[in-house]
T-cell receptor, first 114, second 117 residues
Framework: NAGVTQTPKFRILKIGQSMTLQCTQDMNHNYMYWYRQDPGMGLKLIYYSVGAGITDKGEVPNGYNVSRSTTEDFPLRLELAAPSQTSVYFC?????????????FGEGSRLTVL | AQKVTQAQTEISVVEKEDVTLDCVYE???????LFWYKQPPSGELVFLIR??????QNEISGRYSWNFQKSTSSFNFTITASQVVDSAVYFCALSDLVYNQGGKLIFGQGTELSVKP
């Protein structure tokens, strides 16, 4: 009963390095999302996808890129990491649009940029 | 502007006390959805409830109940007879239908509930 799986759970990066956060879901959901959670700030949408091959920007897309080649996978790429990208990242999926239906979240990936 | 305010940053109660988590929202939409999510110490957010703007009936699920009042733009969450397992961060969220295709939610800042034995 995997649901949404994110890797890695923890990562420390140096300024300027790049990395990819992996996200996969086994519920055959069309909709997938990346959110970031900063202390005391709630969650902000980075990117979303409404199906394989279709992605679009959320509220805070700068410094990130995504791709969606399959229904299951939605990786998030951080290019040239900056301290402002220190955060907890959550991948989520939903059967219907996430503004009207239930979101299923992964356990989060805690990223520190030093 | 679309906004969700959870004014209570932290709440601490003793087990078996009742506790209410407040949520106030602002929206330009006439049709909208409100949600509550729970984030236990393990980290992942778990869906608790969804309400649409046309359904103002209060809802009860076991020890949990929700009071939706459009007149005051509030969607408050009450836990009756709280338990230690209720300790978590609770988020209220509002749909932003400008992003309807993608499904953006606007989250409040979260309320951290600590239930002590």
């Amino acid at each position: 009963n995997a649901g949404v799986t994110q890797t890695p759970k923890f990562r420390i990066l140096k300024i300027g390095q790049s990395m990819t956060l992996q996200c996969t879901q086994d519920m055959n959901h069309n909709y997938m999302y990346w959110y970031r959670q900063d202390p005391g700030m709630g969650l902000k949408l980075i990117y979303y996808s409404v199906g394989a091959g279709i992605t679009d920007k959320g509220e805070v897309p700068n410094g990130y890129n995504v791709s969606r080649s399959t229904t299951e996978d939605f990786p998030l790429r951080l290019e040239l990491a900056a301290p402002s990208q220190t955060s907890v990242y959550f991948c989520a999926s939903s059967r219907t649009s996430g503004s009207t239906g239930e979101l299923f979240f992964g356990e989060g990936s805690r990223l520190t940029v030093l | 502007a679309q906004k969700v305010t959870q004014a209570q940053t932290e709440i601490s109660v003793v087990e078996k006390e009742d506790v209410t988590l407040d949520c106030v929202y602002e929206t330009r939409d006439t049709t909208y959805y409100l949600f509550w999510y729970k984030q236990p110490p393990s980290g992942e957010l778990v869906f608790l409830i969804r309400r649409n703007s046309f359904d103002e009936q209060n809802e009860i699920s076991g020890r949990y109940s929700w009071n939706f009042q459009k007149s005051t733009s509030s969607f408050n969450f009450t836990i009756t007879a709280s338990q230690v397992v209720d300790s978590a961060v609770y988020f209220c969220a509002l749909s932003d239908l400008v992003y309807n295709q993608g499904g953006k939610l606007i989250f409040g800042q979260g309320t951290e509930l600590s239930v002590k034995p």
